[in-house]
């Protein structure tokens, strides 16, 4: 059972007993068939005004969605006649004494009446069907009367339900913007912690390529071969891969890399963005790729930089030295593209 489906039982159940009120005859009215119609009619109309479902709205599902408009001008209109019918039928030959029970239920019914549509966010009819009850509540009983047999507490009741409606609604505006507030705040958290297990890898990758080579330079005091010199030299170039594009690199491509400088080629690598936001298996192909062109090169200076281009993932360039003339020509051009584009 829904907290709609109560509420919805609870204003029929009301809707009931002040309809009960207008048949709870002691004396009886000039025209009991007017007033039965009144009774009815307003029945019908709170029947109407609760169940009425408004047509859903292309990309809208919200639950603030007012009731339809027709709905809510037959409880308008429901208000308007009510007053008239029951003053009419209980008129007796000398045309008053229209404060007994049966004859004043129309007070606290179109109250209630308009309490339903200000829950139902019709605020400015409500308002307006209970300004034209008032009216018509104090033309058939007069002022004092009217004001005294519950006007009073139907404007009350019609206040206070828009006052709830009103700090409802801001409540669940605060928690949709409270819930905004949290999902951001969580994809911080999660990118923060993305970033942190990265440099925890990256340590100690570092480590593990470093940590070696400084223990034996420490360990002799600096006095190195010169093979352990070389060692040394490429651990300190892929520490600094390592620190300049860690998104280009995988094992393959260290592997290359690492060839590549074994046969005396000068290796840069440069992680310049346009790499963020790509998935694991496009990343894993453009590795796959930059391996192949490392592997079939044969320069003596290779720059690996990534590319600013939408559809251009990486470019490698490749110099090859003239040793007799010390001039260098371009003989590696490779572009790999983003997959897909």
């Not at 009886?28 to 005004?49: D, E, F, R, S």
């Amino acid at each position: 059972m829904t907290v709609r489906t109560v509420l919805a039982a609870l204003a029929l159940a009301f809707a009931i007993y002040q309809a009960a009120r207008g048949l709870l005859w002691t004396v009886w009215p000039q025209n009991p068939g007017l007033l039965l119609a009144a009774v009815i009619i307003y029945l019908a109309a709170t029947v109407v005004t609760i169940f009425a479902v408004p047509r859903p709205l292309a990309g809208s599902d919200s639950p603030r969605e007012p009731m339809p408009l027709w709905a809510a001008l037959v409880a308008a209109g429901t208000v308007v006649i009510i007053p008239s019918m029951t003053g009419f039928a209980v008129a007796d030959a000398d045309g008053i004494a229209r404060t007994a029970t049966y004859a004043t239920w129309y007070v606290g019914g179109g109250g209630a009446l308009m309490v339903v549509l200000m829950v139902r966010r019709r605020t400015w009819i409500a308002w307006a069907g209970t300004v034209v009850l008032s009216i018509g509540a104090m033309i058939w009983m007069g002022p004092v009367q009217a004001l005294s047999q519950g006007l009073v507490g139907s404007i009350v009741w019609v206040g206070v339900a828009h006052l709830l409606v009103f700090l409802i609604d801001r409540a669940e505006r605060d928690a949709d913007q409270l819930a905004e507030l949290q999902a951001v705040t969580s994809a911080w958290e999660a990118a923060q912690e993305g970033r942190e297990r990265e440099r925890r890898v990256q340590l100690q990758r570092a480590l593990a390529v470093g940590g070696p080579v400084l223990a034996r330079v420490i360990a002799m005091h600096g006095l190195l071969s010169e093979a352990e010199r070389r060692e040394a030299g490429m651990a300190e170039a892929r520490l600094r891969d390592e620190l300049r594009g860690p998104r280009l690199l995988d094992d393959r491509v260290r592997a290359e890399i690492d060839a590549a400088r074994r046969r005396g080629a000068q290796v840069s690598v440069f992680d310049e963005g346009g790499l963020e936001g790509v998935s694991d298996d496009d990343l894993s192909q453009i590795r796959a790729e930059l391996a192949e062109a490392l592997r079939d090169s044969q320069s003596n200076r290779i720059i690996i930089r990534t590319s600013p281009d939408d559809s251009v993932a990486v470019t490698v360039v490749g110099r090859l030295v003239v040793e007799q003339t010390d001039e260098d020509s371009v003989d590696l051009w490779r572009e790999i593209r983003h997959p897909g584009r």
